[in-house]
């Protein structure tokens, strides 16, 4: 396994498991235990997928069988739409407890809008801005070690990083998680990230379920048979060589053995542009590009 360095001084794996859709306490269990089995050591929930609760249990029953200790594993979460300003702070508790942890590695704000809002409303900056303060809070108390966003765009962060900015932020988000594929290359936010001492990580690395298109493109699988290796993996070993956090999603053993085997070949530089090439600026996820 590869490591990110994160601004906040901590590491944090350069793959992790998606865990988007998986509710089911018995399914969480399978996915997690084979997981583990395969070296995965990050996990990546949030408020809104309802499964908090199931991947507390499932870490306290299975860490412990594998020899491993809550500071082995990597865990995410992120606060939700209807969490935001003064609510935060009782949310990110409320995580702590089913998460059955006394810290989160990584929380982030799942989208810059609050529900309730417009999308084009401006009163979105000033609550999430609001919604940071209790992040920072949490991050200073332990209860946090790394803070960031996701779905932020430049405009978003520009807000929180520029001087003179009412948002600025007092500690710089450790992380932007954003949507990144093949389809959606977001070149412009790698370099801001890079510029700005973030990292970013890839939501939907595959092109979420909505896309096996991106699997079948002719370059994909010809560098899939030239290094022996499946599309998902060339996909994952493109993002992970963008120096991009992956967090792919699957149920499905074989598909979750596959999705970490991404570390023992490397595409060349040609091979990075072939990929790079295929960019459409298309998201499977909602564009925040219109959230105020
Ligand atoms: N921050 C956000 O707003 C946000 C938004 C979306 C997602 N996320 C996070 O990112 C994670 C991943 O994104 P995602 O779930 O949207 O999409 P994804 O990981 O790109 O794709 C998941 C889909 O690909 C299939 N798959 C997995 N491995 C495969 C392989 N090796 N070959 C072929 N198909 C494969 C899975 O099916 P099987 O399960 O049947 O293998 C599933 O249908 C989520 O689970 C969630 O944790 C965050």
């Known amino acids: 396994m590869k490591f990110s360095y994160l601004n906040s001084g901590h590491e944090m794996p350069m793959l992790g498991l998606g865990t988007y859709k998986i509710t089911e306490k018995e399914e969480m269990f399978k996915v997690f ?11 990546d929930t949030a408020q809104m997928y309802g499964n908090e609760e199931i991947i507390g249990e499932t870490l ?3 860490l412990p069988k594998f020899n491993l200790k809550r500071a082995d594993v990597f865990i995410t979460s992120k606060l939700m739409t209807d969490q935001h300003g003064d609510k935060a702070a009782a949310a990110i508790d409320e995580t702590l407890r089913k998460l059955r942890t006394d810290y989160i590695d990584l929380f982030l704000i799942h989208w810059p809008y609050v529900d309730g809002l417009e999308r084009s409303d401006l009163k ?7 919604s940071w303060k209790f992040l920072e809070k949490a991050c200073i108390a332990g209860k946090i070690k790394s803070i960031g966003v996701s779905n932020y765009t430049i405009k978003h962060l520009d807000e929180m990083l520029k001087d003179g900015s009412p948002y600025k932020a007092r500690i710089r988000p450790a992380i932007d998680q954003v949507e990144f594929h093949p389809y959606l290359y977001q070149k412009e936010m790698l370099d801001y990230c890079d510029e700005n001492g973030m990292t970013l990580e890839g939501y939907s690395p595959l092109g979420s379920p909505k896309s096996k298109d991106i699997l079948e493109e002719e370059v994909i699988k ?3 048979k030239k290094y022996s290796k499946q599309p998902a993996q ?8 963008h120096d991009v956090i992956v967090i792919p999603k699957s149920a499905n053993p074989e598909r979750i053995k596959a999705n970490i085997e991404v570390f023992d070949f490397s595409l060349s530089p040609a091979e990075m542009e072939s990929i790079n090439a295929l960019n459409k600026n298309k998201h499977y996820a909602s564009d925040p590009v219109d959230i105020a």
Not at 124 to 130: D, K, L, Y
Not at 234 to 241: F, H, K, N, S
């Open 124 to 130: 979105n900056g000033e609550i999430r801005a609001s």
């Open 60 to 62: 306290e029953e299975l």
């Open 222 to 224: 010809n560098l899939a």
């Open 33 to 43: 235990k084979y997981a583990l089995e395969c070296g995965y050591r990050a996990f």
């Open 234 to 241: 060339i996909v994952l070993r493109w993002e992970i060589q």
